[in-house]
């Protein structure tokens, strides 16, 4: 390792632990098994259950298209990230990365912004998961209406989880491993028996109809819109400093959970508008893929993808609400905001203030009901993230610092991050005008705080001077 | 982390070993953290440090002619980072820490020390066992007192690491130790006096007298049932692993019944060393 360790999580990198001088370590605690499920659970919610009925609306069957782009994108971030994650394996991910690399400014913008879209991803999952909930409770013969008890549910569940999280001590890594494998399991006998009843095996050919009927520029906004999808694999960075033989497991996890998702990503699209075409895909909105189950298998189809949409919007906004809590740890940490921020009491060992800097405004987000607005900030304030860690490891690299020492090299250096770094700012392009502008108040807010409150932090290449 | 001299062990009416015992502290290395002792045993101690879990002078008493691993450990929820908890309570765990190797210092025992921040307790406790090289580990209980040790004893493997491991801990102390084993049925009551008998001699010949030990063969189709009766009436039960990990040892494993059920330390024997022996 090096010789001159990264302030101010500095320490000796192992398998299994990070030691600290004066003897104190810290245990490493999550496998490849563990990183994939972090990954996977986070985006397999959004791209599944919720986005095929709006990716389809606007762009018809070329919205397969779509995610194939968003996971060339991710792709293109996720090798940068993971050399970078693999030189520094500490909380923080994204963050550690850029403020390293590029200083606190850009940290602090980042840092903040990663928060924030973090929080702008759990409402938006929480407002799916009430689309879930609503339309399980009318397949019970309880129609409850859509609007406003979708918001009532969201809510509920948003406040619910808070409060788990902060109180809750049982270790559910292990749960959400079952949760990840069984839903891969269901989606991928969905997607069997789809794509045999597409190619003609059970009747008919079934043709998707015109590729793409709006032309080709919604296969770009589309793809922007449903990048949501793939947030997160920089889920897995920001617990860096928790996995085990990071070298090995924190690459795998990343590329693996990017390409997993966006293999099933694709096949649902083209499955579900092949089934039932695109405009019944749109008609049914946020649950449409609920429809594409029923048209399948009937009322049982549709009650199990039901419960797996309720399983899978749950554990995307669950993981992403401790994913923000971990990134204001990071913050905290450097001191780019207080260091109340991250506290932790001992009764439950929680940290009970981020937790709540979460909570508190991701139920407020899923108030609004704003799906698209929600997931398309999410998504700007990631991109912003995604180009500055290409730029970060362009930066590093040109610098070369004496720590500097990955375990895992991007292939195709300078190339693939250059281009990962032009496409996450290109496809921010394509989104709406209101979520751009929306993601450009939250980043001119971080700026503002930074400003106000950090502008003597100095962090970097402070690997040394803290 | 220090030791204390032998010269410098105060006196606590223990007799001096006698010839042909291993030494257990004058061959220690002298910053003997990663090295293991060379032919004595050594004891991982985890201590839930931060919860008020304190390690009970009967015990510190009993672990003094072995090296000890003093592990304070901070268990924490996967919702926070173990960096954030080290952050607010290094410090006071680092001070808790110091006081219980102290203790074991004051007792004279080789002491080395860790403090592990985890979501896992028990993968440390492997991890650190494989790196500091302890044989056994002691799950914590209450013991007021330490008067008498069980010693169940299963099969022929393993015996002989297992005895050795006690007959340091006894020897020079007024310990009392029940060697026991379960048989399944009569016809192998023979088979098993037999194995406590030579159980029994290799402890006498490493200087406990022949009348603190004795030895219990039970019938019972139920041994961990069995086991966990006896244990009623012992202060401290010595199990060796049977499966590959403390983890299964103690979540998945028969011994989970001892554990549980025992109201005083259970010092488990690590399998690697067991399997050592059988060779």
Same mark, same amino acid.
């Given at each position: 390792m090096s010789t001159d360790p990264p302030a101010p999580e500095s320490g000796t990198v192992t398998e299994d632990a990070?030691?600290?001088? /004066?003897?104190?370590?810290?245990?490493?605690?999550?496998?490849?098994a563990g990183g994939l499920?972090?990954?996977? /659970?986070?985006?397999?919610?959004? %791209?599944?259950f919720v986005f095929p009925g709006l990716a389809a609306g606007n762009a018809g069957p070329a919205a397969a298209a779509s995610f194939a782009v968003g996971a060339v994108v991710a792709l293109l971030v996720a090798l940068p990230t993971s050399e970078l994650a693999t030189a520094m394996p500490k909380s923080g991910g994204g963050y550690f990365f850029i403020s390293r690399g590029m200083g606190a400014v850009y940290g602090a913008i980042v840092g903040i912004s990663l928060w924030l879209g973090l929080v702008f991803a759990s409402a938006f999952y929480l407002v799916g998961f009430g689309e879930y909930a609503v339309g399980a409770l009318a397949e019970a013969g309880v129609p409850v209406g859509g609007g406003t008890m979708v918001v009532v549910l969201g809510v509920a569940v948003g406040v619910g989880l808070t409060a788990m999280s902060v109180t809750g001590t049982e270790n559910t890594a292990a749960l959400q491993n079952v949760i990840v494998a069984l839903l891969l399991l269901l989606l991928s006998a969905f997607l069997f028996y789809g794509l045999l009843d597409a190619v003609g095996v059970f009747?008919?050919?079934t043709v998707p109809g015109t590729f793409a009927p709006e032309g080709y520029l919604p296969v770009l906004t589309t793809a922007a819109l449903v990048f949501t999808s793939y947030l997160g694999f920089a889920q897995v960075a920001t617990v860096a400093g928790e996995i085990t033989d990071p %070298?090995?497991?924190?690459?795998?996890?990343?590329?693996?959970?990017?390409?997993?998702?966006?293999?099933?990503y694709v096949l649902t699209i083209f499955v579900a508008t092949s089934a039932i075409g695109s405009a019944a895909l749109e008609d049914a909105g946020e649950t449409a893929i609920v429809e594409v189950a029923r048209e399948f298998f009937g009322v049982p189809g549709a009650v199990a993808i039901l419960f797996a949409g309720l399983l899978a919007t749950l554990s995307s906004a669950n @993981?992403?609400?401790?994913?923000?809590?971990? @990134?204001?740890?990071?913050?905290?940490?450097? @001191?780019?905001?207080? @260091?109340?921020?991250s506290r932790i009491n001992l009764k439950y060992g929680t940290p009970h203030v981020a937790l709540a800097l979460v909570g508190g405004p991701v139920v407020a987000l899923v108030a609004t009901g704003q799906t698209e607005l929600l997931a398309e900030v999410a998504s700007f304030l990631h991109l912003v993230m995604y180009g500055l860690i290409c730029i970060a490891l362009l930066v590093i690299r040109r610098e070369d610092p004496d720590w500097y020492d990955p375990d895992f090299t991007v292939p195709g250096y300078p190339v693939v991050p250059a281009v990962g770094a032009l496409s996450s700012f290109a496809l921010i392009g394509?989104?709406?005008?209101?979520?751009?502008?929306?993601?450009?108040v939250v980043m001119a807010g971080a700026l503002g705080w930074y400003l106000y409150y950090a502008r003597d932090v100095r962090l970097k290449g402070g690997f040394g001077d803290e | 982390m220090s030791e204390t001299p032998p010269d410098e062990r105060p006196s606590d009416g223990r007799e001096e070993p006698p010839d042909g015992r291993p030494s257990a502290n004058g061959e220690e290395p002298v910053d003997g953290d990663d090295t293991p002792p060379r032919d004595g045993h050594r004891v991982l101690v985890p201590v839930e440090i931060l919860r008020g879990e304190a390690v009970p002078d009967a015990v510190v008493e009993a672990l003094?002619? =072995?090296?000890? =691993?003093?592990?304070?450990?901070?268990?924490?929820p996967e919702q926070t980072a173990p960096g954030q908890a080290r952050m607010q309570f290094e410090e006071r765990a680092q001070n808790e820490l110091a006081d219980v190797v102290g203790a074991f210092e004051a007792a004279g025992a080789p002491v080395t020390s860790r403090l592990v921040f985890t979501h896992d307790p028990m993968k440390t406790f492997e991890r650190i066992a494989v790196e500091l090289s302890c044989d056994s580990i002691l799950l914590l209980r209450a013991a007021p007192t330490i008067d008498r040790l069980l010693v169940p004893i299963r099969g022929n493997v393993n015996v002989e690491h297992i005895v050795g491991l006690v007959g340091t801990l006894v020897a020079g102390t007024d310990i009392e130790v029940t060697l026991l084993h379960v048989a399944s049925e009569p016809e192998a009551v023979d088979d098993a006096e037999a194995l406590l008998g030579s159980a029994a001699e290799t402890l006498a010949g490493i200087g406990s007298e022949g009348e603190r030990i004795r030895r219990t063969v039970v019938v019972d189709d139920r041994p961990l049932e069995t086991i966990a009766e006896v244990a009623e009436d012992h202060d401290v039960t010595v199990v060796g692993e049977s499966r590959p990990s403390i983890r299964d040892r103690i979540f998945g494993d028969p011994s989970e019944l001892i554990a549980e059920r025992s109201v005083g330390p259970v010092l488990v024997v690590r399998r690697p060393y067991l399997e050592l022996d059988e060779e």
């Open positions: 990070t030691r600290h001088e /004066g003897g104190t370590e810290l245990e490493r605690t999550i496998g490849l499920s972090i990954g996977v /659970g986070t985006m397999i919610g959004a %791209g599944i009747g008919a050919e %070298g090995r497991n924190l690459p795998l996890a990343m590329v693996g959970s990017v390409v997993i998702v966006g293999i099933f @993981a992403s609400i401790l994913s923000a809590s971990r @990134a204001l740890y990071a913050v905290s940490r450097d @001191a780019i905001v207080p @260091a109340g921020a394509f989104m709406q005008r209101s979520s751009q502008a929306v993601g450009l | 003094a002619s =072995v090296s000890v =691993v003093v592990l304070g450990y901070h268990e924490i």
